[in-house]
């Protein structure tokens, strides 16, 4: 026993010393990294709000409807400037309002300004936002919220008008095959 207690510590102190080796040292600094430069900037389409339906007099968004005023302003992520008509279901949208919570879908509000995204992939999440909207058959849905994005699945969750219960919806961006499935104990209390 007492010669493989002094092997083991002849081994660790010759691996402990040999670890202590002086490195070299580059004078040269790394090149700078490349600039990356995106065509869009990135979104996080957890903090983008999804239209469901526009005119020009108001817009329901998120279970809102928001009153279209003169002072509203309507532009796009690169500035072009957009009429309230330009919007269809499932687009994706920044927007700035004032609104009054009551406690019950649809809320009321007044829309200050939106900036609707129009990058590729916004455009494919919206189209097959649009899709869901169009086609799925829990009946009249109201306030859709995208919960999680990702190369290839939109995760959506969205409200039964009448019965208010909760569904999620997972949605192809290149099939638009979907499907829907209620969230068990959605209901959402009534004050």
């Known amino acids: 026993m007492g010669k493989l207690a002094v092997v083991l510590f002849v081994l660790f102190f010759t ?4 670890g202590c080796a002086p490195q070299p040292v580059s004078s040269e600094s790394a090149p700078p ?3 990356v430069h995106l065509k869009t900037p990135l979104v996080d389409y957890n903090s983008v709000h999804v239209v469901q339906l526009a005119s020009d007099e108001a817009l ?3 279970g809102t409807y928001y009153e279209v005023t ?7 992520v690169s500035g072009d400037p957009l009429q309230p ?3 269809q279901p499932g687009d994706l949208v920044f927007l700035t309002a004032s609104k009054t919570t009551t406690g019950q879908l649809p809320e009321k509000g007044v829309l200050l300004s939106l900036v609707k995204h129009e990058d590729e992939v916004s455009q494919q999440i919206s189209i097959a936002i649009a899709h869901v909207l169009e086609n799925q058959e829990t009946g009249d ?3 859709p919220e995208i919960k999680s994005v990702n190369s290839h699945l939109v995760t959506l969750q969205f409200r039964d008008w009448a019965s208010e219960h909760k569904y999620e919806c997972i949605v192809n961006l290149k ?3 979907f499907h829907v499935k209620e969230i068990s104990g959605s209901m959402q209390k009534k004050p």
Do not use: C, N, V, Y
């Open 141 to 143: 849905i109201i306030a």
């Open 85 to 87: 008509e330009d919007l």
């Open 15 to 18: 691996m402990a010393l040999g």
């Open 60 to 62: 329901l968004i998120d």
């Open 33 to 35: 990294p490349k600039a």
């Open 70 to 76: 003169a002072a509203s302003t309507f532009t796009t």
């Open 175 to 177: 099939s638009l095959a």
